[in-house]
T-cell receptor
């Protein structure tokens, strides 16, 4: 069975500092990895994805993520945090060999950027 | 392109009542998903449709939840009777084709259900 772990319920970072939101996964086969952001009372918005190729993926709003196969991780990063980045972040993995792909979400990490 | 439309945005009902949610996916998207997101948790897949057929409903509490996508376009999710623990946000998402994972998903804004 596939799974996603987001070990931190909340991450606090000062505005202007770099931020990292952690995600590790467990799948059989090749993973497709996604990050979504959720603002209060809103649906999930796509940030970025890793399908294949370069391990460093760049996405929306200046976010990037690094795929590390040996550590089975896909941490979300941003060089300089903004107060407006404060939101709930979800990591998701899609896997499955042939047929219909199955998606599993992590439990989410609340990012708080402090002015 | 228009996004995934959901209605209503909010619903408050008493336990044992019934409720229905509606979702209209992005035009041309073959795959439609219903997720339940309980406060403080990640979204949990309830049911996945490919066109008008069910691909995965393994986590759908079938004694009280039902969903349909009769014409392969919009979909309704029903709860009858509702329980207190059904209080959650119900998210609808769609993708071009779930057999191709790299397409990703587009989510609607969700329906927040409160059961009192």
């Amino acid at each position: 069975a596939q799974s996603v772990a987001q070990p931190e319920d909340q991450v606090n970072v000062a505005e202007g500092n770099p931020l990292t939101v952690k995600c590790t996964y467990s799948v059989s086969g090749n993973p497709y990895l996604f990050w979504y952001v959720q603002y209060p009372n809103r649906g999930l918005q796509f940030l970025l994805k890793y399908i294949t190729g370069d391990n460093l993926v760049k996405g929306s709003y200046g976010f990037e993520a690094e795929f590390n196969k040996s550590q089975t991780s896909f941490h979300l990063k941003k060089p300089s945090a903004l107060v407006s980045d404060s939101a709930l972040y979800f990591c998701a993995v899609i896997a499955g060999s042939g047929g219909y792909q199955k998606v599993t979400f992590g439990t989410g990490t609340k990012l708080q950027v402090i002015p | 392109e228009a996004g995934v439309a959901q209605s209503p945005r909010y619903k408050i009902i008493e336990k044992r009542q019934s409720v229905a949610f509606w979702c209209n996916p992005i035009s041309g998207h073959a795959t439609l998903y219903w997720y339940q997101q309980i406060l403080g948790q990640g979204p949990k897949l309830l049911i996945q449709f490919q066109n008008n057929g069910v691909v995965d409903d393994s986590q759908l509490p079938k004694d009280r939840f039902s969903a349909e996508r009769l014409k392969g376009v919009d979909s309704t999710l029903k709860i009858q009777p509702a329980k207190l623990e059904d209080s959650a946000v119900y998210l609808c998402a769609s993708s071009l084709d779930s057999r191709r994972a790299n397409y990703g998903y587009t989510f609607g804004s969700g329906t927040r259900l409160t059961v009192v």
